[in-house]
């Protein structure tokens, strides 16, 4: 999700920003809200139907305070309620006026002696604001039955409640009024200002650093890539070119894989970087509207919509880089042989990574999917709708797709049980050649000709695996009747012995003769056969190898070759040692 991922977040937070909308999105069209769950009503952000009851809220600089209610669920209990809560919201804005025509500019009200107090109304209980230059209360609000009833308080202790509340937040709001206040806060945002143009210049020398050593990470991956790739393009392991090709590839592979683990950690602490700085900046900006209060409704804007979308998106992208580094490490750890045995551990070179890119892919899909729900919540959409109707797509797209759902299950199978990784030798029906990629939906194989042949695993029933571990020559060659039998055999079993006690032959062999006899006799000649034990897709190689020195001892030794000498075979790591 790497550069998709940067482009997008800045558009949604472009979107979200421009809308800036508190009530943004509460449900979706043409889907159904329980009736326990508040309902948004259209038409006034914030008022709500709650059982019985209509409410809205009542707040001071954009930070809800409390709800007030009215019983009933009518279009006329909404315009009600919607005058009552304008008149509470008016004698709020009232109280807050400044005095502009005072030296200096300050608060008709005075912060330090402002009170709220409760007076009884006959049946009700009414608010009302007194400072020490206003004799006559100035009324804010009543609290009715219908206010006591839905919140389940006797309306004299809900008025002792309201009256708290509002004494804390109008007196916060008045300071932030006072020409002493609002100098302090001009100083303190020159300040931070200053503090981030300097981080922000830190930040970039460290990103570009940090760059620096990434381009360079990044071109030994690339030309590592570029190795591996002529690696694998040597074409068929029974070429004559390709010989000791398995064990090119591996180091090929071994030799990419530390640029890559270095070039994605350099690249996270890049991501990194660019993140914080972002996250910084939109934090700064925030704050800073929240200083003033003109400027307090659009701060919380940006602080309920875009700072918590790009949060989410933040902390998404850090995850996707966490993870291959922690997958990569614990894929390298799954994959190291249980056993010292040198094939085991060839096997564990060529299964790491071939985890970490099969995980790697189904764990970005995981974090996306994620963060888009986290989004939505974070937009005000339930995410009880989006799950049951993903959850209705889901079953539809299950029945339609059920050949998907087994490609991804037999992958998934193909990783736990080490069926095959990238690298081997691998015949699916009548395909063969070696594993280019694989995900948990596919595997690609690259045939002798060069083509690449993409299989859905669950299109592989059967699959053989020439190179699991270790690998058998079934060599056979036929000899004429007339021949002396102890003589080829002795001369056949040292040959083969000959070469594998050679330096360039040692680890290739790792059984040199596991049985030899006679197979068959027939007109033609008498058939000798032997069973050779060798190293993962060498089995080649070395069968050319011994033909060529087979018919050199035979010819020195007059042993007459018979007319038919068969066509030697290849076993399998899993067949038996004695196939009779």
Avoid at 152 to 175: E, G, N, Y
Avoid at 212 to 218: C, E, G, S, T, V
Avoid at 386 to 403: K, Y
Avoid at 487 to 493: E, H, P
């Amino acid at each position: 999700m790497r550069l998709r991922s940067l482009l997008f977040i800045p558009v949604l937070l472009a979107f979200v920003c421009a809308l800036g909308a508190p009530g943004l999105g509460q449900g979706l069209p043409g889907i159904a809200v329980p009736s326990s769950a508040p309902v948004q009503l259209p038409g006034s952000a914030g008022i709500r139907q709650e059982g019985l009851y209509m409410t809205a809220p009542i707040s001071v600089d954009g930070n809800p305070l409390f709800r007030i209610a009215i019983q009933g669920a009518a279009t006329a209990t909404q315009t009600a309620l919607i005058e009552r809560a304008q008149t509470i919201q008016s004698a709020i804005g009232q109280l807050l006026a400044v005095d502009s025509a005072g030296k200096p500019a300050g608060t008709i009200y005075s912060p330090g002696s402002l009170e709220i107090a409760v007076q009884p109304a006959g049946d009700q209980v009414l608010l009302v604001a007194i400072d020490k230059t206003h004799a006559t209360p100035l009324p804010i609000l009543t609290v009715t039955s219908s206010d006591a009833q839905y919140h389940k308080q006797p309306a004299q202790t809900l008025a002792q409640s309201w009256r708290s509340t509002l004494q804390k937040a109008l007196v916060a709001a008045l300071l932030k009024r006072q020409p002493a206040e609002i100098k302090r806060n001009y100083n303190d945002l020159l300040r931070v200002g200053i503090a981030m143009i300097l981080g922000t210049l830190v930040l970039w020398v460290l990103f570009t650093l940090v760059q620096r050593r990434a381009r360079l990470a990044r071109d030994e991956a690339e030309s590592n890539e570029r190795n591996v790739a002529r690696v694998q393009s040597e074409g068929s392991p029974e070429q004559e070119h390709a010989a000791g090709w398995r064990e090119r590839f591996i180091a090929a592979t071994a030799r990419a894989a530390e640029p890559e683990q270095r070039l994605s950690v350099l690249r996270s602490i890049a991501a990194s970087i660019v993140w914080f700085g972002i996250l910084a900046w939109v934090g700064a900006i925030a704050w800073a509207l929240l200083l003033f209060p003109q400027t307090i409704p659009f701060g919380q804007v940006l602080i309920r919509t875009a700072v918590g979308i790009a949060l989410i998106w933040v902390v998404a992208g850090l995850l996707d880089r966490v993870l291959d580094i922690a997958i990569a490490r614990v894929s390298r750890a799954y994959a190291r042989p249980l056993r010292s045995a040198s094939e085991d551990e060839t096997r564990g070179a060529l299964r790491a990574p071939t985890v970490a890119r099969a995980i790697g892919g189904f764990k970005a899909f995981v974090l996306i999917f994620v963060a888009a729900l986290a989004t939505l919540s974070q937009l005000g959409i339930p995410i009880g709708s989006v799950v049951t109707i993903g959850g209705i797509a889901a079953l539809a797209i299950t029945f339609a797709a059920q050949n998907l759902v087994r490609d991804f299950l037999n992958g998934f199978l193909v990783l736990l049980e080490d069926q095959y990784v990238v690298g081997d030798y691998i015949q699916i029906g009548t395909w063969n050649g070696i594993v280019e990629q694989l995900t948990l939906r596919i595997v690609q194989i690259r045939d002798g000709r060069g083509n690449l042949i993409t299989i859905p695993h669950s299109s592989a029933i059967q699959v053989v695996n020439s190179s699991r571990n270790w690998s058998r020559i079934d060599y056979r060659v036929a000899v004429d009747q007339s021949a002396n039998l102890a003589q080829a055999i002795a001369l056949l079993r040292s040959t083969i012995e000959d070469l594998a006690r050679e330096d360039a032959w040692h680890e290739t062999v790792l059984d040199a003769v596991e049985w030899i006899g006679v197979e068959s006799i027939s007109n033609s000649g008498i058939t000798l056969r032997a069973s050779i034990k060798t190293a993962p897709l060498r089995q080649f190689e070395l069968r050319r190898e011994i033909n060529a020195r087979v018919i050199t001892a035979f010819r020195d030794a007059k042993v007459v070759l018979g007319s038919d000498p068969g066509t030697p075979t290849i076993t399998l790591a899993a067949a038996s040692p004695d196939p009779e």
